[in-house]
């Protein structure tokens, strides 16, 4: 079975450094990863996916992250941290069954950027 | 273009009634699948559908079903509501139901609470 681990519950960086939200996944085959955030009482927001292609993605809000297949990581990173980046991160990869399709997610990172 | 809608937003009921939970799928999705997020479990898959029909189920009691219409929307459904029902049902849609690269997009959430 595909599964994720983000082994933070939570990152604490200030405001302007470098933030990274660790990841690591166990899939047979090729994996399909996805990064989402939650703010307080919202649903998931998409941030970015690796599917194939260079191992580093570009998604929404500066953030990146860098497939790494011999470490078997997808960490998010974004290169100056800002206070409204603070919220819950997700990391998932897509289970793909003969009949159908789900994510699977990791148990989530907090985020908190302080000033 | 309009994002994932759900419907409603918040709700209460008593132990052992039922709910219904509405979802409306961005213009053009036909896959719809339903997430249960808790404070003790995370994000749990439910069920997909496709075209009108269940492609892939989570482990899940009975008590929780869903259904989706020829136009795409879905409903899911929860009888004899226990206490360990409350939580956040997220509603997802994305392009095509075979396994894919697209993205799928989660809508801001059922907030359930059971008393």
């Known amino acids: 079975a595909q599964s994720v681990a983000q082994p933070e519950d939570q990152v604490n960086v200030a405001e302007g450094n470098p933030l990274t939200v660790k990841c690591t996944y166990s899939v047979s085959g090729n994996p399909y990863l996805f990064w989402y955030v939650q703010y307080p009482n919202r649903g998931l927001q998409f941030l970015l996916k690796y599917i194939t292609g260079d191992n580093l993605v570009k998604g929404s809000y500066g953030f990146e992250a860098e497939f790494n297949k011999s470490q078997t990581s997808f960490h998010l990173k974004k290169p100056s941290a800002l206070v409204s980046d603070s919220a819950l991160y997700f990391c998932a990869v897509r289970d793909m069954g003969p009949n159908g399709n789900k994510l699977v997610f990791g148990a989530g990172t907090i985020l908190r950027v302080k000033s | 273009k309009a994002g994932v809608t759900q419907t409603p937003r918040y709700l209460i009921k008593t132990r052992g009634q039922q709910v219904t939970l509405s979802c409306s799928p961005i213009?053009?999705?036909?896959?719809v699948s339903w997430y249960q997020q808790t404070p003790g479990q995370g994000l749990q898959f439910l069920f997909e559908y496709f075209s009108e029909t269940q492609r892939n189920k989570g482990n899940f009691p009975g008590r929780f079903s869903g259904r989706q219409f020829s136009n795409s929307r879905s409903e899911m459904n929860v009888s004899t509501l226990e206490l360990g029902d409350s939580a956040l049902y997220l509603c997802?849609?994305?392009?095509?139901?075979?396994?894919?690269?697209?993205?799928?997009?989660f809508g801001e959430g059922s907030w359930l609470t059971v008393v």
């Open positions: 213009s053009g999705h036909r896959s």
């Open positions: 997802a849609s994305s392009l095509a139901g075979t396994p894919s690269g697209n993205t799928i997009y």
